[in-house]
């Protein structure tokens, strides 16, 4: 399996993006799928997550702010984010939840004040 991150960027503090993240190897629809993060000089953490079903969560950090989809027709796997802030910059990724596939080179987000 292999993922691919996409669509992070340059913005400033209190907008959005929209990251894509998409699948190709196995059957997406077996698997609850999560975004991670890496901040530099942090260990990488759990963003969201969606389940099979389509149920989500969102760490706190985020809640209200970040939202998960999936599109299992598509392989691909989405993060709306909005509103965004400093401490939002990092390294975004998806996989599995839990992650058991190998990283995908991830999408870098950078929150501009």
């Known amino acids: 399996v292999q993922l691919q991150a996409f669509w992070g960027g340059l913005v400033q503090a209190g907008c959005s993006l929209r990251l894509s993240c998409a699948a190709s190897?196995?059957?997406?629809?077996?698997?609850?799928m999560g975004w991670f993060r890496q901040a530099p000089g942090k260990e990488r953490e759990l963003v969201a997550t969606?389940?099979?079903?389509?149920?989500?969560y969102s760490v706190d950090s985020v809640k209200g702010r970040f939202t998960i989809s999936r599109d299992n027709a598509k392989n691909t796997v989405y993060l709306q984010m909005n509103n965004l802030k400093l401490e939002d910059t990092a390294v975004y990724f998806c996989?599995?939840?839990?992650?058991?596939?190998?990283w995908g080179q991830g999408t870098q987000l950078t929150v501009s004040s």
């Open positions: 996989n599995a939840f839990p992650a058991f596939i190998s």
């Open positions: 190897g196995r059957t997406f629809s077996n698997y609850a």
């Open positions: 969606a389940t099979t079903t389509g149920s989500t």
